[in-house]
């Protein structure tokens, strides 16, 4: 696991600092960051275009962290790998507090920083909230079985939880589960003492978000979204194809065993986390990180299990398909990075490109990839993702855009991908309808098509003739 583990870290850290986004949600993430360093509320106003629907904690943190603007998803990538590192670390730190054995928490460790890299390789290193919310609950966990029988570390386990809740909301089933625990085994001390550290550190956070972000936290955070089957199946069956062992052997022997340490509180945590995570990966946009808080449930409930069977006859074998299902998706990982890191030239030349196109343009612009407008200095006027989003559920007329398009509002427009005709958009393009590109396509050119990111401008406007780079 050990090998696995380095395998899967060395990618996201040799290119910690490159040009291209990991993925959409940096840069997404880094215009909210450089917005808590403006002073800028991020719920201050009623959007239509764009809106901030994570909570606040993150963006301050990084903002804060990073201070000037081109640092912040630089900044927010190392933050998030060393939450990866922290997450694994606390978690082997629960396993070796509930098995009283090292090598139980160092096998947990490495298997959870192993395993999660190659299910979201893009999660190793990105600026997105999610790891770094998981270490936070993950303390939360470490605390709360550390306070059995004590009351101040079930107040430290509640304020983790809400700390984590504050920077990314779906974490939310670690305190369900710990409630549920303390509920159903009629701890009413421990509950009162972690629903009031809870509910302070909850209302103090709130309080800060109302006070310096504005007024229109709960309207953003609470924003309706398309719901769609297909992402559930989709979402579920990776999830499965890489924990289903797991959740397996921990699920029945806990089951089976009613004297292993732990068992009440790591069943709820299986059950309720895998309920919530599998509920929520239906939502548009929804990825493999929403099952971050099952797995780490998967990885305790498992590594309690082998521990109980390891003077039974079945440990060799549990153990053996725990550890390949944790290390048999490493080397499909360490192929998509070497091709990655084979495309990182010609993409980092690609971003440039459309970057010096994007801050030419006199006037704000569209951009697929978040990081190329923000790192052209466009303000955030326009999110792909949140609008096709809106547009489906028709809380957004799309007559509305279509009208700033014929109307030539946008200086520039950037696509992912080399767009060469409107047919092929029309096949590949997921954050653009069809009436969008035709609209596109009479009122806009292209100045820039690489096989990376393609960039029009309105018709008529004094720009280069189109340039086309393999």
Same mark, same amino acid.
């Given at each position: ?275 919530? &995570? ?8 929804? +990825?493999?990180?929403? =099952?971050?808080? #099952? /797995? *780490? @449930?998967?990885? $305790? &409930? ?8 390891? +003077?039974?006859?079945? =440990?060799?074998? #549990? /153990? *053996? @398909?725990?550890? $390949? ?16 890191? #084979? ?128």
């Amino acid at each position: 696991m050990a090998l696995c583990a380095v395998a899967v870290a060395w990618f996201p850290l040799f290119n910690i600092a490159s040009l291209p986004s990991v993925n959409y949600n940096e840069g997404w993430n880094a215009y909210r960051q450089w917005m808590t360093v403006e002073h800028q509320p991020l719920y201050g106003s009623a959007t239509s275009l764009w809106t901030t629907n994570y909570p606040f904690l993150s963006f301050h943190i990084i903002g804060l962290l990073a201070g000037a603007k081109g640092h912040m998803v630089v900044t927010g990538r190392i933050v998030c790998f060393a939450a990866l590192v922290a997450t694994a670390g606390v978690s082997g730190a629960i396993m070796r507090g509930v098995t009283d054995d090292g090598a139980a928490g160092l096998y947990a460790g490495l298997w959870l920083f192993a395993a999660l890299g190659a299910f979201n390789g893009a999660g190793r290193a990105c600026d997105d909230p999610e790891m770094l919310g998981t270490a936070i609950a993950c303390f939360g966990i470490f605390a709360y079985l550390r306070g059995a029988g004590r009351g101040l570390w079930y107040g430290v386990s509640a304020i983790a939880f809400a700390v984590s809740l504050f920077t990314k909301h779906d974490l939310i089933g670690f305190a369900i589960s710990a409630g549920l625990h303390l509920l159903i085994t009629r701890n009413w001390r421990g509950l009162a003492v972690f629903m009031a550290a809870g509910v302070l550190a909850s209302g103090v956070l709130l309080a800060l978000s109302l006070q310096f972000d504005g007024r229109y936290f709960f309207a953003d955070l609470v924003q309706p979204r398309a719901y769609g089957w297909r992402n559930l199946r989709a979402e579920t069956l990776h999830y499965l194809l890489h924990f289903a062992v797991a959740l397996v052997i921990g699920l029945v022997v806990l089951w089976r065993c009613r004297a292993v340490p732990g068992r009440g509180f790591f069943i709820i945590l299986l059950v309720t986390t895998n309920i919530i &995570a599998i509920g929520f990966s239906g939502g548009d946009g929804v +990825a493999a990180n929403i =099952f971050y808080p #099952a /797995l *780490i @449930a998967d990885l $305790l &409930a498992c590594v309690t299990a082998l521990y109980w069977l390891r +003077a039974g006859r079945y =440990f060799k074998a #549990a /153990l *053996i @398909a725990v550890t $390949l299902s944790g290390a048999v998706m490493a080397p499909f990982q360490i192929e998509n990075d070497i091709a990655a890191q #084979a495309r990182l030239p010609g993409a980092t030349a690609a971003a440039r490109q459309a970057i010096a196109l994007l801050a030419a343009a006199k006037g704000p612009a569209i951009c697929e990839d978040l990081a190329l407008c923000y790192e052209a200095g466009k303000p955030m006027d326009y999110d792909p993702y949140y609008v096709s989003d809106q547009i489906r559920i028709g809380r957004l007329p799309e007559s509305r855009v279509l009208a700033m398009l014929t109307a030539r509002h946008y200086a520039a427009i950037q696509m992912d991908g080399a767009v060469t005709g409107v047919p092929r958009v029309e096949w590949r393009n997921a954050r653009f309808s069809k009436a969008f590109l035709r609209v596109l396509a009479k009122t806009y050119r292209p100045v820039l098509v690489t096989r990376y990111d393609t960039v029009f401008v309105p018709r008529g406007a004094a720009q280069a003739s189109a340039t086309s780079l393999k």
